[in-house]
């Protein structure tokens, strides 16, 4: 069975530079898998953050980044900011499906 | 502007089947490389891939529900409707629908609708 983990939650201060990573039971992270990244805020949807590894929407602040990184995707956010605390979740490419990671709480503090 | 919308029964009884309709406008479901996805998140949970159809029909679903899961579309009315079948209490969630596109090698889902909350309860 396919799992795709990231952690459950991290703690930044307002400033800080902090990655959330995104890892596949089923081996290294690669271009292939298109990680997508996304963001949520409660009681909101979803909104799209990085797509293919390391692309920003148009949408996107210039502080987040998407790599891959030790055989893990990455999403780093450079220079904090208060409203960047809520929920992070990475998309993964699976033989024709795709999976979702179980989301990382991120809190600004 | 691109937008995605839900809808559906707020409340359904366990074995029964639910059906959903993505309505969306700005973007055609004739367009290569353009699909639509459905995408469930139970109450405190995590976000579940569920199934997702392209425009040229190809229709793809989770592998954990693709017996339960039927996707179609209907690309003059811009819908996209997912039925369910056998509704259990634990597929209480929001449902929600989005935009996959292809563009040269790269991946992204983009456009996402607010969601619409199903209960399943008797």
């Known amino acids: 069975q396919t799992v795709v983990t990231q952690e459950p939650s991290l703690t930044v201060s307002p400033g800080g530079t902090v990655t959330l990573t995104c890892a596949s039971n089923?081996?290294?992270?690669?271009?292939?898998?298109?990680p997508n990244w996304f963001q949520q805020k409660p009681g909101q949807a979803p909104r799209a953050l990085i797509y293919?590894?390391?692309n920003k929407h148009s949408w996107t602040p210039a502080r987040f980044s998407g790599s891959l990184l030790g055989g893990k995707a990455a999403l780093t956010l450079s220079g904090v900011q208060p409203e960047d605390e809520g929920e992070y979740y990475c998309l993964l490419y699976y033989d024709y499906s795709w999976m979702f990671g179980g989301g990382t709480k991120l809190t600004v503090l | 502007q691109i937008t995605l919308k839900e809808s559906g029964p707020t409340l359904v009884k366990p074995t029964q089947t639910l059906t959903l309709t993505c309505s969306f406008s700005?973007?055609?479901?004739?367009?290569?490389?353009?699909?639509v996805a459905w995408i469930r998140q139970p109450p405190g949970k995590a976000l579940e891939w569920l199934a997702l159809?392209?425009?040229?029909?190809?229709?793809r679903y989770s592998p954990s529900l693709k017996s339960r899961l039927t996707i179609t579309k209907d690309t003059s009315k811009n819908q996209v409707v997912l039925t369910m079948t056998n509704m259990d209490p634990v597929d209480t969630a929001t449902y929600y629908c989005?935009?996959?596109?292809?563009?040269?090698?790269?991946?992204?889902?983009?456009?996402w609708g607010q969601g619409t909350l199903v209960t399943v309860s008797s």
């Open positions: 293919s590894t390391s």
């Open positions: 089923t081996g290294a992270v690669t271009r292939g898998y298109y």
């Open positions: 700005g973007f055609s479901l004739s367009t290569s490389g353009v699909a």
């Open positions: 989005a935009r996959k596109y292809i563009v040269g090698t790269s991946v992204l889902f983009d456009y």
């Open positions: 159809i392209y425009w040229d029909d190809d229709k």
